[in-house]
């Protein structure tokens, strides 16, 4: 009898095998004559989700799925990265460094520069809120508290307690505005430093609007530059993702312009003579280490007559190692041909000559020597720092000084830096007054969705000369003007009318915390990247990674990259929400315009409740 039963099973499993044979037979053949190419082209680069966890990187297939169309295939779901990787930075990512046993000196600052995986290594998921997530206060609110929840890390409080960094407040975080030198606020901070400078109008920091870029260096949680906003002055907040996590992304959730960048081996991502101001507060850099080169970096970042101003021990204590450290830095900077401009109480600062003067009376031999006469100073995208002086153009160097008119003038007014990369004053005027129309359009299909605090963060993805941030100086928001790494070095333009940005690499993941900006405009940078062999798929999972839950994409590009970013809108959670045609007139009759809307992805514990 039990043989019996077991003939009659082998049967029926045959007959299943058969069944099931003859389906996928079906199946592929259909497929092979309805585009399965295509679905193998477009889900290349989803076939991993990175192995940081310690997984093998294979995606579970039930995770992902295609819809087969006459003409491509639409991709309708994306996985959701684990809850873990909820604060994920792709290029900055400590497990990625751990696991991959990158030989890296820590004692220069290796470990928070930026180590990209490679394609095969990436996380091609949605990276999830962490548990609670509520959509962000707004600005100007935001500058003094944020829901505790969208960034639940709570130790900087307790560290930095008799400090005045933050403090916990029930479902809260408060910013009273302190800072390690500043404990009794950034504001009175500021206006000592104004006074000690015998800047006009009570020492207002802004210098009659002659000072208007600023770098602050280690920057906390950018108190310093929250508080100087209100002058007219914006600040460029830096800080690598160090033992003080989460800082820059404390800055950026309270609507603040940073950056995670760190003074290591590599020069920072901004051209030279970029900044008036530059300022360390307890920054805990070595400046005097190899050769000075640290302090010589931001040197080549200052503008001429620019200023660094210096809070710390070495300024005033007594003891001997403090007085051994400023004497060093004393003869350093000399020999760099910085004065001191003021120094009282606790603060020192030096300002930078206005022309190359003092260098060429430098006796022959003095370190650190000038730089080579080949070496770009604008040069920066993953250029090794180098201990030099970087000699004033010809132009600075007669004119005694940058030439630029003072803040808000500046804004508009053709700087002089144009004609190093041929542009004359017309076009620089014409592509004002047609950024200023696009502008208008683009407000034009957001207006019904957005209320006038409902954008801060924004980010303009291939900014060219600024022109699209130029036409939202009168919007309460600020933009992250950012120029490919692989085109025109428009940056410097762009820092000398009075704006901030960054050089980037968009076939590599941004250095910026998940959900920091409300708004990415991308004109053309899909069909660049395109044009470049590198994915699309992944830029947009990238552009979901930076985009805050309820934040906009403004797609300006042409009509078949506009529709394959339709393809992949559900599968992002992202909906359409308007379209506009392009300008005929400036040569662009078959691009588009697609605002599209990131929904709140809800996962396990989040609230959609707003404030």
Known sequence: ????????????????????????GCVYIYSGNHGGSTVKLRSKSLMNLGSSLGGDGEVDSSTISVEDGEDDVALKSIP??????????????????????????????????????????RYNCLIPPPKGYKIPVKWPRSRDE????????????TEKSDQNWMVVRGDKIAFPGGGTHFHYGADKYLRHIGNMLGFPAAGRINNAG?????????????????????????????APNDVHQNQIQFALERGIPAYLGVLGTKRLPYPSRSFEFSHCSRCRIDWLQRDGILLLEIDRLLRPGGYFAYSSPEAYAQDEEDLRIWREMSALVERMCWKIAAKRNQTVVWVKPLTNECYMERVPGTLPPMCRSDDDPDAVWGVPMEACIAPYSDHDHKAGGSGLAPWPARLTSPPPRLADLGFTNEMFEKDMELWRRRVDGYWNLLNPKVQPDTLRNLMD?????????????DKPVWVMNVVPEDGQNTLKIIYDRGLIGTVHNWCESFSTYPRTYDLLHAWKILSDIEKKGCSVEDLLIEMDRILRPQGFIIIRDKQSMVELVKKYSSALHWEAVGTSASDADAGEEDDTTLLIQKKFLLTTGNLRDSE
């Open 1 to 24: 009898m039990s043989r019996g039963r077991g003939d009659r099973g082998q049967k029926k499993r045959l007959v299943l095998v058969l069944l099931i044979t003859i389906i996928f």
């Open 80 to 121: 959701v990265c684990d809850h873990r990787q909820s604060e994920l930075i792709p290029c900055l990512d400590r497990n990625f460094i751990y696991q991959t046993r990158l030989k890296l000196d820590l004692t220069l600052m290796e470990h928070y520069e930026r180590h990209c995986p490679p394609p095969e290594r």
């Open 146 to 157: 944020v829901w505790k929840a969208n960034i639940p890390h709570t130790h900087l409080a």
């Open 210 to 238: 002659r000072l208007r870029t600023v770098l602050d260096v280690g920057c906390g949680v950018a108190s310093f530059g929250a508080y100087i906003l209100k002058y007219d002055v914006i600040a460029m907040s830096l």
């Open 461 to 473: 993805m291939k900014a060219n000369m600024g022109s699209f941030a130029a036409a939202l100086n």
